[in-house]
C-alpha cells in the first residue's frame, strides 16, 4: 500500500526519490509527507471524546415514564366502562323521560310524601348500623324518628319529628358505613346495571340494607310490589335531583373516570366522617365538622347527598349521581 511505504521511507531517501526525474507529480501530492502525518493525527486527537467523559448519544425519541393497564382500584375498568355508556344510553332513551313525567304529573307535596315514606322504610337500618359503630345517642335518635313518623306523620308521609319542636335529624346509615368504620376496605371499583357506582364492600352492605325488613319483619316488606314500588319512587326522586348535575358531568373530558373518582372520593369522606376525621376535598376550605354526622336538611339537596350510597341499590339510576362533583380523571 503507497502509503505504508511513505512510513517506511526515511527523508533523506524520499528526497533523492523526489529528485529523480520521469516521477510524476501527481502521484506524490502538493502535500509535504510531515504535513500529512501531522493532520492525519491532529483529526484522530479531535475525534476521540475528552478522557473521563463517556459519549453522548443524541437521540430524537421521547421516553414517557407511567403505569399500564386499568387503575388499583378499578381492575376491571373495560367491563365497568361498557356497562357505564349503556346504563346512560338507557338513562337518555328511557329513565330521563319517566322522572320528568313523574315531576310533572304529580304535585310537589304527593312527590316529597312518597319520598319521606321511602326514607322513613330505610330508618331500622340506619339506627341498627349507629348501635353497631356504638354511636347510642344516634341510635335512638333514629327509633324515635321512625316511632314519630311512622304514626303521627301517617306512615312517614310527613316528616314531623324533623319539625321545629321535635326537631330529630335524618342521618343516613348502612351495613357497608359499619364495616368501613372496623376497617374493611372499599375493595374493586364496580359499575354495575340498575346499581350504577359501588364497590364490592358498597354491595355486600347494600344488599344486607334491603334484607333487614323482608327477613326481621316479612310481610308486605318481601313482596316483589314492595320492592319495585320502593326503588322506583327512590330512583326518580334521586333522579330529578341530580338532573344538573348529571348534564354537567356528561360535559367533561371523560365522564366515566369522573363519575368513579368522585364516588371513591365520596366514601372516603364518609367513612372517615365516621371515625372522627376529616378528609378534605382538592382546592376546598377545611370541614368544622364531619359531614355524616351532621343533620341532613331534607329541602336541601346538597345536604341529602350525605350518605346517600348506604342506601339499597337504586332502580334505574346509579347511586353515584347522588354527589357528583368535578375532579381529575385518572384514567
Excluded at 364496580?190 to 340494607?209: F, K
Aim: aromatic share 6%; charged share 20%.
Amino acid at each position: 500500500m503507497p502509503n505504508l511505504a511513505l512510513v517506511t521511507i526515511s527523508h533523506p531517501l524520499l528526497s533523492a526519490a523526489l529528485a529523480m526525474p520521469g516521477v510524476p507529480a501527481p502521484l506524490i501530492g502538493p502535500m509535504p509527507v510531515s504535513a500529512l502525518e501531522w493532520s492525519l493525527q491532529q483529526d484522530e486527537r479531535e475525534q476521540m471524546p475528552p478522557a473521563g467523559d463517556e459519549p453522548v448519544e443524541e437521540s430524537g425519541e421521547i421516553i414517557i415514564e407511567g403505569s399500564y393497564g386499568p387503575p388499583e382500584g378499578d381492575p376491571v375498568e373495560k367491563l365497568n366502562a361498557e356497562s357505564y355508556r349503556i346504563t346512560q344510553a338507557v338513562d337518555e332513551a328511557l329513565v330521563e323521560p319517566v322522572a320528568y313525567a313523574y315531576r310533572d304529573g304529580l304535585p310537589e307535596p304527593v312527590r316529597d310524601g312518597l319520598g319521606n315514606v321511602v326514607r322513613n322504610l330505610g330508618e331500622p337500618s340506619n339506627a341498627l348500623n349507629f348501635l353497631l359503630q356504638g354511636k347510642v345517642g344516634k341510635a335512638f335518635e333514629t327509633l324515635g324518628r321512625l316511632a314519630i313518623n311512622s304514626t303521627l306523620g301517617l306512615g312517614g308521609l310527613v316528616d314531623i319529628a324533623a319539625k321545629p319542636g321535635i326537631g330529630l335529624p335524618y342521618r343516613r346509615n348502612g351495613f357497608a358505613n359499619t364495616m368501613g368504620y372496623y376497617g374493611a376496605g372499599p375493595g374493586a371499583y364496580l359499575y354495575l346495571p340498575v346499581t350504577g357506582a359501588t364497590t364490592v364492600r358498597d354491595l355486600v352492605g347494600s344488599t344486607l340494607d334491603q334484607l333487614l325488613l323482608p327477613v326481621a319483619v316479612g310481610r308486605p316488606f318481601n313482596r316483589p310490589a314492595y320492592a319495585v314500588t320502593y326503588f322506583t319512587i327512590n330512583g326518580l326522586d334521586q333522579r330529578l335531583e341530580v338532573d344538573a348535575e348529571l348534564a354537567e358531568i356528561r360535559a367533561s373530558d371523560d365522564p366515566y373516570a369522573e363519575r368513579r373518582d368522585t364516588y371513591l372520593a365520596k366514601r372516603e369522606r364518609e367513612i372517615a366522617a365516621l371515625k372522627g376525621e376529616v378528609v378534605e376535598e382538592p382546592g376546598s376550605p377545611p370541614q368544622p365538622e364531619a359531614a355524616a354526622d351532621a343533620p341532613i336538611d331534607p329541602a336541601d339537596p346538597v345536604q341529602r347527598e350525605v350518605g346517600a350510597t348506604d342506601q339499597p341499590p337504586l332502580a334505574l339510576v346509579e347511586q353515584i349521581q347522588l354527589s357528583a362533583r368535578k375532579t381529575p380523571a385518572t384514567r
